[in-house]
């Protein structure tokens, strides 16, 4: 087979591909890198020619600035539908200018397969191969899902997105129409290392022991997490997100994956993303392995790995220890993502424990993260049953198994000072506090 020859058959403009899509379609794109941003900015350009009505794109964790997202005029013709929403859908969310989709990260694979036929699936891939296939680069997640179920499937040809030789891959048979388009892939910043995270992930770091096997989730804590780590010997990785923090901590020497149950010697996770040595490093390297969601972020596969531990973020905690991550009040900010998964895989697993960490306040210390109870309308990520430990700058809280009068003394004691007084008259009235 020339596969050469199909190559250039099925090559076409981003104008070509969204010249085909119709009012009413339903358009799969997977996590971050992986978006399409020339196919979706031409599917745009149609839109705003009034030329294309009810068209729904599914997406997790937006990484290129979609017009849909921010611009009115979009409605009624593009509208995003997040699995899990980064910042331009949390603005249109707030705005109304987009719906949601509330799941455990690992269960979109099945809602995917079960719910939604998808007109078509687009996703960024590296250069094709000699033998036909296409590397779909960082992303393991719900491709696979999206790419049994849609019509037709459409690859943007970057040379920038990695080839990820323990990832998923696409032949070129597969595949309807293919656009180069060599941009630059989004990144995050650095995570920021404040006083306040320092300390948060060195008291953590205290807790991890050699040989552990790690998950670090989103956000800037679970990062500085992850450099307070780079003394420790004998780490594993079995994540969700695989971060710029999980480079530096190979790099380093502290992570060699030697004392896995499962996956030993490779670094596992279902997506990745950060800085631009992320892609170098998963770029031709069979040390990563990337795969499905629905394996990855399975508690049960989860906690096959001993002295398991996650790490992962909150933006407020009550006193019986319910976790909001994804919420401000009613104001939806992210998603539940894997959180879930990973407190329940670590602590399934012999000697794992899970941490929740944030700093004790927000808005310039004018605001407590540990209330007596939650915001009305946020949303309850990690439940009380499920909650292990949750971290501040001022120490460690175990919840777990814990009765409500421990948690209470406990959540307060790692609260900001200037807020406890106020936490134990709120718990006191509650009669929580015994
Ligand atoms: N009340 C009001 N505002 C708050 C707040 C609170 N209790 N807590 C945080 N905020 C504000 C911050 O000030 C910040 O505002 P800004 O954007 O104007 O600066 C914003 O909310 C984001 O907070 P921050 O703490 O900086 O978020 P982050 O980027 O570190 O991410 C989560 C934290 C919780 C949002 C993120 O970890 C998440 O989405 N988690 C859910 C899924 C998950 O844990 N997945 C893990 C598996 S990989």
Known sequence: MDYQALYEQKKMSADDVAARVENGWLIGMDAAIAQTPAIMEAVCR?????????????????????????DSSYKGKITGVPWFASSG??????????????????????????????DAFCISVSPMDRHGYFSLGSCGSYASAMIDKAKRIFVEVNENTPRAVCGLQLHISQIDGLVENTCELPTLPAPKLDEVSITIGNLIAEQIQDGSCIQLGIG?????????????????????????????????????????????????TTFAFGSKAINDFINDNPSIEILPVDYVNNPEVICRNDNM???????????????????????????????????????QSRGGKSFIAFSSTAKGGTISKIKPILTPGAVVTTSKNDVDYIVTEYGLAHLRGEPLSSRVKQLISIAHPDFRDELMFEARKRSILI
């Open 46 to 70: 149609r839109a705003e020619k009034n030329a294309l009505s009810g068209v729904q794109v599914q997406f997790l964790l937006d990484t290129y600035p979609f017009p849909f997202l921010s």
């Open 89 to 118: 859908a949390r603005a249109a969310l707030a705005a109304g200018l987009a719906d949601y989709i509330p799941n455990y990260y690992r269960d979109c694979p099945r809602h995917i397969r079960a719910g939604y036929d998808y």
């Open 220 to 268: 800037a804590i679970p990062d500085a997490v992850g450099m307070a780590l780079k003394t420790k010997h004998d780490l594993g990785i079995h994540t969700e997100m695989f971060t710029s923090s999980m480079v530096d901590l190979i790099d380093c020497g502290a992570v060699n994956n030697s004392k896995k149950q499962i996956h030993r010697g490779k670094t596992v």
């Open 309 to 347: 531990i996650s790490i992962n973020a909150a933006l407020e905690v009550d006193l019986f220890g319910q976790v909001c991550a994804e919420s401000i009040g009613t104001k939806i900010m992210s998603g539940s993502g894997g959180q879930v998964d990973y407190v329940r895989g670590a602590c």
